[in-house]
């Protein structure tokens, strides 16, 4: 930005926020144009933005002038440049030129005035104020100078405002907004500084956080990402806390009858900032309550009027944006406190990514959020205090408690980053992303757990859940490029199972969701045998008691955590296909599997042969298990009804007999899921033979069939899937098990209904896809990082099937 546009108006030093908009970035810079904005052109919106004014870029030229700062600002800068002074010896020496630099009288005056107005309307003598920087050069497309600068909170009284203002100034000379603008190419003195000074919003009594108008690490563009914490925001925005976290599907929102919440995750929350209690300390820290550790910051609605919220501010602006809101906890109110462009995602193609794979297992070591969706290997370089920053060696992994803007330097020159505490939405995990490094932010752990110099393989491409493997582990990398991928008539779907890992997928132009295995969920997130959170007094071992208490804590009825954790958790995985289907197969576990769960051993018994035990069907309209199959109702009723995913399909599983098919469907009925009624659609796995046998009168009570392809070849060939001994055996091409696919596909059609197929046959055997082609089935659902090298086979497939009828027709026509 240049000093000419800065100084269009140079008798205005001060202008109220409501005032401005985005066409005075010049003069405001962007964090203060832009909340200018919001006030004017969203408050139809609902959106509240606390009142305030902004020095000018104006008034930050007439201080630099009055003081003679630019040449020696300037000659700081030159011998750091030629090696003469370090960065930290530039950035001192110039920052002491602004402390010790006075306002000229017409400034002061100006922002004392203004302050007296901002007091008067308040109707308070002294009102507390945030005080803010923002930068000309701030909040651009194309790069994020947030946290780069200042903020100074709870500052009282007209003497503490200038002062804080003029240490605004200042900052615009950290060390790290030095080398970022180095790093950039930004003139440092071609960027001027406004300072915005708004009302304090009582968020030191209430909460505050971070949200996103896209997801921040998959690029997914149909959430809001809200964090959330107790007291002042800048627990979250430096990472020192980790926060909640919710997510909200945003194509739903507009509709009243839903509340599409579609993740809350209770953050650790450990400490808030609060206002001080005289002396110099504006703010201090304090440890929070077992209460507050335990419990979520917002409740829906007021996560769904931020993410209202973030849905407007992204429509006016044209793009995702990255906010800070605040809730003042004396009146209950919301506030927005910054917008600004989302700056990493919006910069990425939506038409091509990198898939990373990790070839090999390995010891987990750290566990925390991930940031970025890549892998990296190097020495953990594990630094504990930024006094010894300068000790980090480049290339290596930067292991650290938290990091703040003073970290940058290094940061830039690290091959991943850990660390103890922050979350999505901290500092490291920001900076992270706009570098492109992958981190593991908030392991609680790391430092004490890693030791300085140990071996490490960081992984960012399994889901949420990033994790530090012992060793420098193989991995490879995919590109894909979407636009390349051949178009087929054969609805390709995938399988998803983890809703950590739904999002990653988004960019596939997949058909929808072929499987999405409900057991994954309850073995993973859940964690609880589902009756024993029906009769948590039946089990017997105190510590599994306690487990399940301590898991259920934040919920009234231990029934509802299990249908809560359930439906946010399929409609994660329905939201990036929504409105393709998502085909959600009821709960499948083995005896064997279900008594592992929390609780489980109270209610299964041991069998001789669980894989043709008491599964699937057979346990739902059971006495054994019927009240844990309400629940699994309960929370399909919740997704498609409460949260508005219509697009979910239940399927079947297991299901051996007509007459057990008509009793499933009748206990899915008692328990609110009816066939039919507000659009449900109900598939039946097609994996028994008698499925096959009797496909006409199975094809009267469900609307889709999908073949399961391992039971099926297990039970056509009576060989144990699981057996090392007879794997040679186990064959899904063998002749008998393709008659009985082909079998399945025709009289599927024959009764007017769809069928498709889920499995990995497809995607390794190439003639069984062009059979499957052949028997014209609808759609063939693979595991996601098949899904790209299955579907040239699968259009290659198509292409030789048209060959073969079009030479039939030939030699017919001759």
Same mark, same amino acid.
């Given at each position: ?58 008034? @930050? ?95 009282? /009284? ?250 940058? =330097? ?58 530090? @493997? ?65 009769? =948590? ?23 509802? @955590? ?13 939201? =990036? ?183 990995? /046959? ?24 098949? @899904? ?27």
């Amino acid at each position: 930005m240049s000093a000419a546009a800065e100084t269009l108006a140079p008798d205005i030093n001060v202008k109220w926020i409501e005032d401005t908009g985005i066409a005075d970035i010049p003069s405001v810079g962007g964090k203060n144009a832009s909340l200018g904005e919001l006030s004017r052109a969203l408050q139809s919106a609902g959106v509240r933005v606390p009142e305030g004014f902004a020095t000018t870029a104006a008034a @930050y030229r007439a201080f630099l002038a009055a003081n003679n700062l630019e040449p020696r600002i300037r000659k700081h800068i030159e011998d750091q440049r030629a090696g003469r002074s370090t960065l930290r010896e530039a950035g001192a020496s110039i920052r002491e030129l602004f402390l010790q630099a006075t306002f000229p009288g017409d400034i002061a005056d100006d922002v004392q005035e203004h302050y007296r107005t901002l007091c008067h309307r308040a109707g308070q003598a002294q009102t507390a104020v945030a005080v803010r920087s923002s930068a000309t050069a701030e909040d651009l497309p194309d790069a994020s100078f947030a946290g780069q600068q200042e903020t100074f909170l709870n500052v009282a /009284g007209e003497r503490a405002v200038l002062d804080a203002c003029r240490r605004c100034y200042a900052s615009l000379f950290t060390d790290r907004a030095i080398s970022y603008r180095e790093m950039k190419g930004y003139d440092h003195l071609d960027v001027a500084l406004s300072v915005g000074v708004q009302r304090m919003v009582r968020s030191d009594l209430g909460a505050s956080g971070v949200m996103f108008s896209i997801d921040t690490e998959s690029g997914f563009p149909g959430v809001v990402v809200i964090s959330a914490a107790w007291g002042l925001g800048e627990t979250v925005v430096q990472g020192t806390i980790n926060p909640d976290k919710y997510q909200v599907f945003k194509p739903l929102l507009a509709d009243q009858r839903f509340s599409p919440v579609i993740e809350r995750e209770v953050g650790a929350k450990e400490r808030k900032m609060v206002y001080g209690q005289g002396g110099d300390a504006r703010t201090r820290m304090v440890e929070t309550s077992e209460r507050e550790q335990r419990s979520l910051v917002l409740d829906d609605q007021e996560i769904l009027q931020l993410a209202r919220w973030a849905t407007a501010v992204e429509d006016h602006y044209g793009r995702p944006m990255d906010m800070e809101w605040a809730r003042d906890g004396l009146t209950g109110e919301l506030f927005m406190v910054q917008a600004r462009p989302e700056t990493v995602q919006a910069r990425r193609s939506t038409s091509t990514f990198k898939a990373y794979h990790l070839e090999q297992p390995g010891r987990v070591l750290a566990t925390g959020a991930a940031i970025g969706d890549s892998i990296a290997r190097g020495q953990a370089c594990v630094i504990r205090d930024a006094k010894d920053i300068e000790s980090f060696v480049d290339g290596s992994v930067l292991v650290t408690r938290m990091t703040d803007p003073d970290w940058v =330097p290094v940061m830039k020159k690290a091959a991943g980053i850990i660390t103890d505490h922050g979350g999505p939405t901290s500092h490291a995990a920001i900076v992270s992303r706009e570098l492109g490094v992958p981190a593991v932010v908030g392991t609680r752990n790391a430092t004490e757990a890693l030791s300085d110099g140990v071996q490490v393989t960081l992984s960012c491409a399994e889901g949420e859940e990033g994790r530090v @493997y012992e060793g420098l582990l193989e991995f490879s990398v995919e590109e894909v490029d979407m636009e390349t991928l051949p178009a087929t008539r054969t609805g390709i779907m995938i399988n998803i199972a983890s809703p950590a890992a739904a999002f990653k997928w988004w960019r596939l132009p997949a058909a929808g969701v072929g499987l999405a295995r409900m057991e994954f969920i309850i073995n993973n997130l859940i964690r609880i045998h589902p009756m024993a959170l029906v009769h =948590p007094e039946r089990v017997a071992d105190p510590e599994e008691a306690a487990l399940i208490r301590q898991l259920t804590s934040g919920y009234r009825d231990p029934q509802e @955590y299990f249908i809560d954790v359930l439906a946010t958790g399929i409609a994660k995985i329905a939201a =990036p296909f929504h409105p393709k289907p998502v085909i959600v197969r009821l709960s499948d576990f083995k005896s064997n599997e279900y008594s592992h769960l929390i609780g489980g051993s109270a209610f299964e018994r041991p069998e001789e042969n669980p894989m043709l035990g008491f599964r699937g069907a057979s346990r739902y309209y059971s006495s054994q298990y019927r009240e844990g199959f309400a629940l699994e109702c309960r929370a399909l009723k919740r997704v498609r009804e409460q949260l508005g995913f219509g697009n979910v399909i239940v399927m079947v599983p297991f299901c051996r007999t007509v007459r057990e098919a008509d009793q499933v469907i009748k206990a899915m009925e008692e328990h609110g899921l009816v066939r039919g009624a507000e659009g449900l659609q109900v598939y039946m796995m097609c994996e028994i033979p008698s499925n096959v046998v009797l496909a006409e009168e199975f094809a009267k009570r469900f609307d889709g069939f999908s073949i399961g392809s391992n039971d099926l070849t297990q039970l056509v060939l009576g060989v144990d899937r699981d057996s090392e001994e007879l794997a040679g055996l186990f064959d899904e091409r063998d002749p008998a098990v393709m008659s009985m696919i082909a079998q399945a596909i025709s009289k599927a059609h024959a009764a007017g209904i769809k069928i498709g197929i889920c499995g990995q /046959g497809p995607s390794n055997h190439p003639d069984l896809a062009e059979f499957l082609v052949n028997q014209g089935i609808d759609s063939v659902s693979l595991n996601p990082d098949t @899904y790209v090298r299955t579907l040239p086979v699968i259009s290659a497939a198509e292409a030789a099937a048209d060959a073969h009828a079009a030479g039939h027709v030939r030699r017919a026509a001759t």
